[in-house]
């Protein structure tokens, strides 16, 4: 690797050389996944004209060295392989890697890998197929393998994903699959370059509803989703994705309501609401639950607070209480029973309720 800062062996597309799709790849420190993760892309089935850009965030093993012994393989192909980086000691984060991969890219469809991730051979050609007939759709995602355990709770998180964004579980479903137009992602602007401990993907997915997108889901596993201790993901703190998910609920759902109800006197309910702006604050009329113990107690008693008297908020069995609400119930936890619960209310999701578990 180069002994300088930036080493960028092409930091932009062939002029007249425009991809259909652009697979667009950070990498930091992959050799342990990157043979297979390179076969897969290779092996697509994707008739139309593809390239793989790759930004290298510093890596200081030997993934560099692993990716160039990789570019005759595409270029028989007709794969072109556009590889470029820095060896500062410091990496620059998964946000920037990205942005620079797309910057140096040229294909109208941007199709996004982790370096420790596996494609199943028609992942190329059925999201793109999805996102051409779709041209109203922010972005196309699928499912992942790493997920399949719990496939009832994202079909359903994705059939409704402006209603359930605002869970633990929703945007984090489709971010490793994600396919979309480079004018979409030209509209909703790069990831965040805040670096380790950012969320990139879950700030640009914020934006991306702001922007007013959606999601077209293709409905076939096409990922195999690396978790292991490595991950980037081990790098963002719970409190800042809590923090994020509370700020995103007041801006989209809150800010339009004069009152609601907390579903769940317990921990995460409670937590929810120390975490609201005293404005929001204000406007929780209730908890309900369906435990007898908390009932009985009748109030929750915000001990922290500085107000005086402190504020006592009633605790109700939940067909004692009434709508709006934020259920703050994990949906996977209960067997059935918070769906059957709300199912009797005759509530309709994304107008009587939110889920934030």
């Not at 620079?100 to 370096?115: E, T």
């Not at 869970?167 to 602007?189: A, L, N, Q, Y």
């Not at 596993?221 to 007041?250: G, M, N």
Request: proline letters at 5%.
């Amino acid at each position: 690797m180069s002994d300088t800062h930036e080493s960028h062996e092409r930091t932009e597309p062939a002029e007249g050389a425009s991809a259909a799709v652009s697979v667009i790849m950070p990498m930091f420190n992959a050799s342990d996944w990157l043979d297979e993760c390179l076969q897969a892309i290779l092996e697509q089935d994707f008739p139309d004209r593809m390239e793989l850009s790759v930004y290298d965030d510093g890596s200081t093993d030997n993934s560099r060295e692993l990716l160039e012994r990789w570019r005759q393989r595409f270029e028989d192909r007709g794969l072109p392989i556009l590889i470029s980086g820095h060896s500062s000691p410091s990496p620059r984060g998964v946000g920037f890697a990205k942005n620079q991969a797309v910057r140096q890219s040229s294909g109208r469809f941007l199709c996004f890998q982790d370096a420790d991730d596996i494609m199943r051979p028609q992942r190329v050609r059925l999201q793109y197929e999805a996102a051409a007939a779709n041209p109203t759709a922010g972005w196309v995602c699928c499912f992942d393998l790493f997920h399949q355990f719990s496939a009832s709770l994202m079909n359903k998180a994705l059939i409704s994903v402006l209603n359930q964004v605002y869970t633990s579980h929703g945007p984090t479903v489709i971010m490793p699959t994600w396919f979309c137009s480079r004018d979409w992602f030209e509209k909703v602007g790069p990831f965040n370059e805040g670096g380790k401990g950012v969320p990139e993907d879950l700030l640009f997915f914020y934006q991306s509803l702001r922007r007013g997108g959606h999601a077209i889901r293709v409905d076939e596993c096409l990922l195999v989703y690396r978790y292991h201790e490595h991950a980037a993901t081990h790098s963002v703190l719970e409190e800042t994705i809590w923090s994020l998910r509370v700020h995103f609920l007041q801006e989209r759902v809150l800010s339009q309501w004069e009152s609601f109800t907390v579903w769940n006197a317990g921990k995460q309910g409670r937590r929810l609401y120390r975490s609201l702006s005293p404005t929001n604050q204000k406007k929780v009329k209730a908890f309900c639950d369906v435990d007898e113990n908390k009932i009985q107690k009748g109030f929750y008693t915000y001990e922290d607070s500085k107000e005086r008297p402190k504020p006592r908020i009633p605790v109700l069995h939940f067909t004692n209480a009434s709508p709006p609400f934020i259920v703050c119930v994990k949906l996977d936890m209960t067997h059935g029973v918070l769906e059957g619960n709300l199912h009797s209310l005759q509530l309709k999701e994304g107008v009587h309720y939110y889920h934030f578990s």
